[in-house]
């Protein structure tokens, strides 16, 4: 097994940010984190790029598409942006994107909020099983499993992540 | 010749009556009473709560969770606040709401309930928001609904009004935090309120410290200390060291033959003025159900006072129905 070490990865992910940033494609960027991994991500990256907005994260628990599978998930901390995203840039951070339907739905969050003039997408991990036309602007890594694999990742402090077996399929 | 006894069949106990309120699986259903959630299922429901708070706050006052879903509102009494609080929720889920008040005939309960049920299972509704007059008339509507349909009590007789006792108990848990060491007072018609039932096995569900209530005699049913709670007949003593004082509405339209001497009189004795509020402790909150009747349960001063909570009751309560009615739909198709 690879030993993924996240503080490369995060590494990887600031210098593709700034790169943008200085390039003038995200001017004075919002940075929203998705609950709970992706906020862990987010919070490295905003200390890292020393953004002026404080972190905003998004819970998108109330945006699932499989609520009327498998209900409400107990223990929803509440999305919490604060500031107005109207006509802003932002940077959306997840921890792992694989199917695409939580970037979805978190996108459908985030124009609850307001619309935000540009949206860049930026992952841990990128593994391959999209199920919607959804893309990483920068990624840390492409990971490539099994069917019954999945990526864990562990924090807030330190990040670490792990391959683990998926439990039983539901 | 020996005697043979037969031993009589001793009938077997019902299953736990509350025991509809859950599916197969465990999870939330219907929402009957308070009765059979326990500690877990309540605070999950004020967590959840919780989240739905901040959805408030923004720009699109809505999440998708229930979008394509019908909720109809079937009121056979009447009432706003509740009413109106459940449409919010329902819309803020992105649901269908559709209010239907039926003014209800005594002579035909039973049958017309079940008629109007089938009518309107017909126009495909997934929850049924219920309140009628009579004891046990969601947990009878929960019993005959079609496997799909969930039913929440809003309210039925003198019986349970779950909701109100949740939104009470979430709004206690945001002002004061732990329950244990708190003790809270329900003050006036304990006889005829279905919110003080529903109140006090929610608070003693979460263990709070002293569980009161202060009413004239006439004022309360029979035997209510077994609900687990101190009875005081009397003001000062009831409301000494207490940190939540609960005022109930005197439900003069519930009222037969001549509990009160008269409502000035209730007032007198029972009206939570500031003189008698000042002998809680100084940090005491005020609630009330609504609506409220001032000057014979409550005087303006304290409604209107610095200590009243009243009206964040109304908001939380709309957050409280949300996390309810998500978690009663949620999760039911494989």
């Given at each position: 097994?690879?030993?993924?070490?996240?503080?490369?990865?995060?590494?990887?992910?600031?210098?593709?940010?700034?790169?943008?940033?200085?390039?003038?494609?995200?001017?004075?960027?919002?940075?929203?984190?998705i609950h709970?991994?992706?906020?862990?991500?987010?919070?490295?990256?905003?200390?890292?790029?020393?953004?002026?907005?404080?972190?905003?994260?998004l819970n998108i628990a109330f945006y699932r598409d499989d609520f009327t599978h498998i209900g409400l998930h107990p223990q929803v901390?509440?999305s919490?942006?604060?500031?107005?995203?109207?006509?802003?840039?932002?940077?959306?951070?997840?921890?792992?994107?694989q199917t695409g339907r939580t970037i979805r739905a978190a996108m459908n969050e985030?124009?609850d909020?307001?619309?935000?003039?540009?949206?860049?997408?930026?992952?841990?991990?990128?593994?391959?099983?999209?199920e919607l036309?959804i893309?990483?602007?920068?990624?840390?890594?492409?990971?490539?499993?099994?069917?019954?694999?999945?990526?864990?990742?562990?924090?807030?402090?330190?990040?670490?992540?792990?391959?683990?077996?998926?439990a039983s399929e539901e | 010749?020996?005697?043979?006894?037969?031993?009589?069949?001793?009938?077997?106990?019902?299953?736990?009556?509350?025991?509809?309120q859950f599916d197969g699986e465990g999870r939330l259903k219907h929402l009957?009473?308070?009765?059979?959630?326990?500690?877990?299922w309540?605070?999950r429901i004020?967590d959840t709560a919780?989240s739905f708070?901040?959805v408030?706050?923004?720009?699109v006052?809505k999440v998708p969770l229930l979008r394509g879903r019908t909720v109809v509102?079937?009121?056979?009494?009447?009432?706003?606040?509740?009413?109106?609080?459940f449409?919010?929720a329902a819309k803020r889920l992105s649901a269908d709401v559709l209010?239907?008040?039926?003014?209800?005939?005594?002579?035909?309960?039973?049958?017309?309930?079940?008629?109007?049920?089938?009518?309107i299972e017909?126009m495909q509704a997934d929850m049924f928001v219920?309140?009628?007059?009579?004891?046990?008339?969601?947990?009878?509507?929960a019993?005959?609904v079609a496997p799909h349909v969930s039913v929440l009590?809003?309210?039925?007789?003198?019986?349970?009004?779950?909701?109100?006792?949740?939104?009470?108990?979430?709004?206690?848990?945001?002002?004061?935090?732990?329950?244990?060491?708190?003790?809270?007072?329900?003050?006036?018609?304990?006889?005829?309120?279905?919110?003080?039932?529903?109140?006090?096995?929610?608070?003693?569900?979460?263990?709070?410290?002293?569980?009161?209530?202060?009413?004239?005699?006439?004022?309360?049913?029979?035997?209510?200390?077994?609900?687990?709670?101190?009875?005081?007949?009397?003001?000062?003593?009831?409301?000494?060291?207490?940190?939540?004082?609960?005022?109930?509405?005197?439900?003069?339209?519930?009222?037969?033959?001549?509990?009160?001497?008269?409502?000035?009189?209730?007032?007198?004795?029972?009206?939570?003025?500031?003189?008698?509020?000042?002998?809680?402790?100084?940090?005491?909150?005020?609630?009330?159900?609504?609506?409220?009747?001032?000057?014979?349960?409550?005087?303006?001063?304290?409604?209107?006072?610095?200590?009243?909570?009243?009206?964040?009751?109304?908001?939380?309560?709309?957050a409280?129905r949300m996390a309810v009615m998500s978690l009663c739909m949620g999760g039911r198709e494989e």
């Amino acid at each position: 097994m690879q030993n993924h070490d996240v503080e490369a990865l995060i590494q990887r992910m600031v210098d593709g940010l700034r790169q943008r940033i200085d390039a003038g494609e995200l001017r004075d960027p919002l940075m929203v984190g998705i609950h709970t991994g992706g906020v862990w991500v987010a919070e490295r990256l905003h200390a890292a790029l020393d953004l002026s907005e404080p972190l905003g994260k998004l819970n998108i628990a109330f945006y699932r598409d499989d609520f009327t599978h498998i209900g409400l998930h107990p223990q929803v901390s509440p999305s919490n942006l604060p500031f107005d995203v109207e006509g802003r840039d932002v940077i959306l951070v997840d921890d792992v994107l694989q199917t695409g339907r939580t970037i979805r739905a978190a996108m459908n969050e985030l124009f609850d909020f307001g619309r935000p003039a540009h949206v860049v997408l930026a992952v841990l991990c990128d593994r391959p099983g999209r199920e919607l036309p959804i893309q990483a602007d920068v990624i840390g890594e492409r990971i490539t499993l099994e069917a019954h694999e999945q990526i864990v990742l562990h924090g807030p402090e330190p990040l670490r992540i792990t391959i683990e077996q998926k439990a039983s399929e539901e | 010749m020996a005697v043979v006894f037969v031993r009589p069949k001793i009938p077997k106990l019902a299953p736990d009556p509350w025991a509809i309120q859950f599916d197969g699986e465990g999870r939330l259903k219907h929402l009957l009473t308070i009765e059979g959630l326990g500690p877990d299922w309540i605070t999950r429901i004020l967590d959840t709560a919780e989240s739905f708070l901040s959805v408030t706050g923004r720009e699109v006052k809505k999440v998708p969770l229930l979008r394509g879903r019908t909720v109809v509102n079937l009121f056979f009494e009447s009432s706003t606040r509740t009413r109106t609080t459940f449409e919010l929720a329902a819309k803020r889920l992105s649901a269908d709401v559709l209010n239907l008040n039926i003014s209800t005939s005594a002579a035909t309960k039973g049958e017309s309930l079940l008629d109007t049920l089938r009518n309107i299972e017909a126009m495909q509704a997934d929850m049924f928001v219920v309140r009628h007059a009579a004891s046990g008339a969601a947990h009878f509507i929960a019993r005959h609904v079609a496997p799909h349909v969930s039913v929440l009590n809003a309210g039925d007789g003198r019986h349970a009004h779950p909701t109100q006792a949740l939104l009470d108990v979430f709004t206690i848990r945001k002002m004061k935090g732990d329950f244990t060491p708190l003790r809270v007072a329900i003050v006036g018609d304990i006889l005829h309120s279905r919110v003080a039932r529903s109140q006090i096995h929610a608070l003693n569900t979460l263990n709070t410290g002293e569980v009161r209530v202060i009413a004239p005699r006439t004022l309360l049913p029979a035997q209510v200390e077994k609900l687990g709670v101190r009875v005081f007949h009397d003001m000062r003593e009831g409301l000494r060291d207490v940190d939540v004082i609960i005022m109930l509405r005197l439900q003069r339209e519930r009222m037969e033959g001549a509990l009160l001497p008269s409502e000035d009189e209730f007032f007198c004795l029972y009206g939570l003025t500031p003189e008698k509020l000042a002998w809680a402790k100084p940090d005491a909150i005020v609630m009330h159900p609504g609506p409220a009747n001032r000057g014979v349960e409550i005087d303006s001063e304290v409604a209107d006072g610095p200590q009243s909570v009243i009206l964040q009751q109304v908001s939380n309560g709309i957050a409280v129905r949300m996390a309810v009615m998500s978690l009663c739909m949620g999760g039911r198709e494989e």
